[in-house]
C-alpha cells in the first residue's frame, strides 16, 4: 500500500468529517489533506501559491467534490488535467450530485472515477473503504509518480 | 286520296266529256231538224190551206158571179169535213162578208166584217188567210179562213221524240264511256296503287305490268323506270344521308365536347374571378380589351401598344416591362405578379399576371393570351399570415425562452435538490451512527432505537429525493426512439435483481423477442420499475412468479408485466400512477411511491398508455403500450386515466 497522502476537496464539514470517520473506520491510516475549496485545492496540486508549495508532491488520489466555493469541481479538474505535472492524477469525483451533466462533464475532462455520496453512513463508508482499497492498493500508477514522490521528500 | 281524286276526275272528265260531245251534237241536230221540220210543217199547213181556200174560191166563183150566197153557204159548209178549220168566209167585189162558216159560235168573231189583204198569219195556235178570189185574172172578191195551225203540238211532239232519241243516245255514249274508261283508267289506276305502296312502303323494286302498248302502256313502262331509277336513288340517297348522319353525329360529338370544353374554360375564367386579354405577337396589346378596361379604368386608345403598362404599379413597371420583353423575345409563357391600377376601387391590386405565347406549326408567335388574376385578397392575406407567423414565432422564441429559462431554474433547482438536500441527511444519518458507535454503551435500547428511526427517516427522504430528480429526469430528457428488445433487457433486469436477492426464488417467464421502439434509457426505466415492483410484491410468496408477454385488445397488441404477488383493491387503481400515492404500507412493501409515476411519464411520452388489473393477494398485471393510437381518448380502462 502506498503511503501517499488522499486529498479530499470537501467544502462541508460534516462531510469532511464523516469522510475522516470513514476512513478510520476501514483502517485507511494515509495522510488526509483537506481543500476547504478549489482554490485551495489547486494551490496545493500545482503550486501556484508559495506558502503551499510544500505540497509540491502529488497525492494518491483526489477525492473531489463538485460543488465548490470560489472554482467549481469540474473547473479543478480541469485544470489538473491540463497541467502537465498533474495530468495523469488519479482524481474520484465523489459528489451527492448525480446529475447527468455532470457525470458526463465529469468523465469528459478526464475523471478516473465518479462516485455519489451515499446518504446512508455505512453504504458512505463502504464505498470509502472500496475507494482506498482500490486507488491505494490495487491501482498501479506509472513510475512518474514515484519518481516525483522519491524526489519531494 | 289525291291520286284516287285525281282518277275519280278523269273518270268524270272522260264522261262528262262524251256526254257533251253527244249532246252537243244531238242539240245542233235536233234544232236543225226541228226547225227544218217545222217550216216543213208550216209550209205544208199553208199549202193545204191556200188549196182549200183555191177550192172554196173556184166553187164559189159561180156563186159570187151570181150574188148566190146559198150555194157559197153551202161551199163553205163542205169545210165540216176539216175539222181543223175554224172559220172561213167569202168577200165580194167590195170586199163585203158575202158568206161565212165558223165550226162552232165561238169563232164567229174571227170572222172579219170586211175583208182584208190577201195574207197568211200563222201562229202558235192558228193560222189565218185572206185570199183574192180570181175569175179570168179578175179579182172578183176574197176568201178568208182560220184553221188550227197544230204547230204547238207539233212542237212538242218533235221535241218529245227529240228528246228520247238524245236520252237513248247518251246512255249509249255513257256505256261507251265506260267501257272507255276501263280501257284507260283500270291501267292508271294500277300505277297509282302500285305509287301509293312504293310510297308507303318505299319498296322501289315493285313494278308494274305493261298490259297495252299504247301510251299507257309506254307510261307504265316509263314509271317503272323511273322506280327503279328511284330505287338507285334512293339506296344512294340513304347511304349519303347514313354517312352524312355519322358525319353530323361526329361533329355534334366534337362541338358537344368543344363547347363543353368552352363551358369549362369560361366556368374555370370566371371562377377564377380572373380577366383575360389578348396581345399580338409583338406583345402589344390588341385594340378591344373590355375587361383589361373595365378593371384598369384604360381605353383602346391608352393601352395600345405597351402601354397597358401604365396601369402597373410605378414601382412594378420597370421590371415587369423589362421581364415582358423578355418573354416576348424568347416567345415563353409568362407569369409575374405585381400591382395594378383597379379603376373602380381606386386603388393598386395584387394581380397574377400570366400570360402564354399562342405558336403557329412554324413556331412562330401568332399572339399572345393571358389572363390577369386579382390575388389582392390572398397576397393580402398570405402578408396577414407572414405577419403572423412572424409574430407567432416572435412569441413562440419568447415562450422557448422563457420556457428554457424555466427549464435551466428547474435545473439549477434539481442540481441544488440533489446536492444541497442531500448532504443534510447524510450529516443526518452519518452523525446518528456516529453516536451509536461512539457512545452507545451510554444509549438505551430506546434510545438507539429513536436514533435508528433519524437514519431511517434521512434515508427515506434520500430516496425520495432521488426518485423525485429521477421523475423530473424522465420527464425532461430528449426522447430518441429505436428499435428495442424488450425481452433481453428484460433477462437483464431480473437477472438483476436475482443477483440483489439470491435467496429467492421466483420463477420468471420472458416471452422471447418482444419488440418495441423506443428511447432505450426511458423504456429501461419502465422495465425496472414494473419489474422491481413485481419483484417487491411476490416477495411474501414461496412461489412467486413473474411474467412478461404481449397480448392483443382489439387489434392492438399490449406488453404486460405479471406478478402473484401482493396486488391491489382496483377500487384505489386511479391512484396507482399518481406520485407519491401508495397503497402498501411502508413497513411491509417500503417505497416512494414515485416509481409507477415515472413509468407513467415514460409512456406518455411514448404516446403510449399504461394500466394496471390486479386483484389483492392474487397479483396484479400491468399492460402497456408505446405506440400512439387514435383510441387513447377511450379510456376503456379505469386506470388509463392514471
Redesign the interface.
Known amino acids: 500500500m502506498t503511503r501517499r497522502p488522499i486529498l479530499l476537496v470537501e467544502d462541508n464539514p460534516d462531510d469532511e468529517a464523516l469522510a475522516l470517520r470513514a476512513f478510520k473506520k476501514c483502517n485507511i491510516s494515509n495522510e488526509l489533506w483537506i481543500a476547504r475549496d478549489g482554490e485551495e485545492a489547486l494551490n496545493l496540486l500545482l503550486g501556484s501559491d508559495t506558502e503551499t508549495s510544500e505540497y509540491r508532491h502529488l497525492p494518491a488520489v483526489v477525492l473531489l467534490d463538485l460543488n465548490l466555493p470560489k472554482i467549481s469541481g469540474l473547473e479543478v479538474l480541469r485544470r489538473i488535467r491540463n497541467d502537465p505535472h498533474t495530468k495523469t492524477l488519479p482524481v474520484v469525483i465523489l459528489t451527492s450530485s448525480k446529475h447527468e451533466e455532470d457525470l458526463i462533464a465529469g468523465y469528459q475532462l478526464g475523471a478516473n472515477s465518479y462516485v455519489r455520496k451515499p446518504v446512508d453512513f455505512n453504504e458512505f463508508a463502504r464505498a470509502v473503504s472500496q475507494l482506498g482499497m482500490y486507488w491505494l492498493l490495487l491501482n498501479e500508477l506509472p513510475e512518474q509518480h514515484d519518481a516525483l514522490k522519491s524526489e519531494h521528500t | 286520296m289525291n291520286a284516287l281524286f285525281a282518277l275519280s276526275s278523269i273518270r268524270h272528265k272522260l264522261l262528262v266529256g262524251v256526254l257533251l260531245t253527244t249532246a252537243t251534237a244531238l242539240a245542233i241536230l235536233g234544232a236543225i231538224f226541228i226547225i227544218y221540220d217545222l217550216g216543213d210543217y208550216r209550209d205544208r199547213l199553208v199549202e193545204e190551206l191556200t188549196t182549200q181556200a183555191d177550192l172554196i174560191s173556184l166553187s164559189s166563183t159561180a156563186a159570187l158571179e151570181f150574188e148566190d150566197r146559198e150555194t157559197a153557204k153551202q161551199t163553205l159548209a163542205s169545210l165540216r169535213l176539216r175539222p181543223e178549220i175554224l172559220a172561213a168566209a167569202i168577200y165580194d167585189r167590195n170586199g163585203n162578208l158575202f158568206a161565212r162558216y165558223y165550226a162552232s159560235p165561238a169563232h164567229i168573231r174571227e170572222i172579219p166584217v170586211r175583208a182584208e189583204q190577201p195574207s197568211i198569219g200563222v201562229d202558235a195556235d192558228t193560222i189565218r188567210l185572206f185570199r183574192p178570189i180570181y175569175n179570168d185574172r179578175e179579182i172578183i172578191g176574197s176568201v178568208f179562213m182560220l184553221a188550227q195551225s197544230g204547230v204547238k203540238e207539233r212542237t212538242f211532239r218533235v221535241l218529245l221524240i227529240f228528246l228520247s232519241i238524245a236520252i237513248v243516245a247518251l246512255a249509249a255514249s255513257t256505256l261507251l264511256s265506260s267501257w272507255l274508261q276501263a280501257r284507260i283508267t283500270s291501267p292508271i289506276m294500277e300505277v297509282t296503287e302500285l305509287a301509293r305502296q312504293v310510297v308507303n312502303e318505299r319498296n322501289y323494286n315493285l313494278r308494274a305490268n305493261r298490259t297495252t302498248d299504247d301510251e299507257i302502256g309506254f307510261l307504265i313502262e316509263a314509271f317503272n323506270q323511273m322506280l327503279s331509277q328511284i330505287g338507285l336513288r334512293t339506296s344512294e340517297l340513304e347511304r349519303s344521308n347514313s354517312e352524312l348522319a355519322e358525319q353530323i353525329h361526329e361533329r355534334s360529338q366534337a362541338e358537344k365536347a368543344l363547347s363543353e370544353s368552352e363551358y369549362r374554360h369560361r366556368t374555370l375564367i370566371t371562377t377564377l374571378s380572373a380577366l383575360t386579354w389578348r396581345a399580338d405577337a409583338h406583345g402589344d396589346f390588341s385594340a378591344t380589351q373590355t375587361a383589361w378596361d373595365s378593371f384598369t379604368g384604360q381605353t383602346p386608345r391608352s393601352h395600345a401598344g405597351r402601354g397597358w403598362l401604365q396601369a402597373v404599379h410605378p414601382d412594378d413597371r420597370e421590371l415587369v416591362s423589362q421581364l415582358w420583353n423578355q418573354a416576348c423575345e424568347e416567345s415563353v409563357a409568362f407569369k409575374q405578379v405585381f400591382r395594378l391600377w383597379y379603376a373602380p376601387g381606386g386603388e393598386y391590386r395584387y394581380v397574377n399576371f400570366s400570360a402564354a405565347p399562342l405558336i403557329d406549326p412554324g413556331g412562330q408567335t401568332m399572339e399572345w393570351m393571358g389572363i390577369v388574376d386579382d390575388i389582392h385578397e390572398r397576397m393580402q392575406a398570405t402578408e396577414e399570415v407572414q405577419r403572423l407567423n412572424a409574430e407567432l414565432e416572435h412569441r413562440v422564441q419568447e415562450r422557448t425562452a422563457e420556457l428554457e429559462n424555466a427549464n435551466r431554474e428547474l435545473e439549477s433547482f434539481?442540481?441544488s435538490v440533489?446536492?444541497?438536500l442531500?448532504?443534510?441527511?447524510?450529516?443526518i444519518?452519518?452523525?446518528?451512527?456516529?453516536l451509536i458507535e461512539d457512545y452507545g454503551d451510554k444509549l438505551d435500547e430506546e434510545a438507539k432505537e429513536y436514533l435508528d428511526r433519524v437514519?431511517n427517516g434521512?434515508?427515506r427522504?434520500?430516496?425520495l429525493i432521488?426518485d423525485m430528480?429521477n421523475l423530473s429526469?424522465v420527464s425532461r430528457m430528449e426522447l430518441v426512439r429505436r428499435p428495442l428488445n424488450l425481452s433481453e433487457v428484460a433477462a437483464e433486469l431480473l437477472n438483476e435483481l436475482r443477483q440483489s436477492e439470491p435467496q429467492r426464488s421466483v420463477y420468471t417467464e420472458i416471452e422471447p423477442e418482444l419488440l418495441a421502439y423506443g428511447d432505450s434509457r426511458l423504456v429501461r426505466v419502465v422495465l425496472e420499475n414494473l419489474f422491481s415492483n413485481a419483484w417487491k410484491y411476490t416477495a411474501k410468496r414461496d412461489d412467486a412468479k413473474i411474467r412478461f408477454g404481449q397480448v392483443e385488445f382489439e387489434g392492438r397488441s399490449y406488453f404486460f408485466v405479471r406478478d402473484n404477488g401482493a396486488g391491489f383493491d382496483m377500487k384505489y387503481a386511479d391512484r396507482l400512477f399518481t406520485p407519491f400515492q401508495r397503497l402498501h404500507d411502508n413497513r411491509e412493501f417500503p417505497g416512494t411511491g414515485v416509481g409507477l409515476a415515472t413509468v407513467q411519464r415514460v409512456i406518455r411520452r411514448h404516446g403510449g398508455r399504461i394500466w394496471a388489473e390486479s386483484e389483492l393477494d392474487k397479483g396484479s398485471t400491468f399492460y402497456f403500450t408505446l405506440t400512439p393510437s387514435e383510441e387513447l381518448h377511450h379510456d376503456k380502462t379505469p386506470n388509463s386515466a392514471g
Open positions: 434539481s442540481y440533489s446536492h444541497d442531500r448532504a443534510p441527511l447524510r450529516s444519518d452519518g452523525f446518528s451512527q456516529a437514519r434521512a434515508q427522504m434520500g430516496r432521488d430528480l429526469r
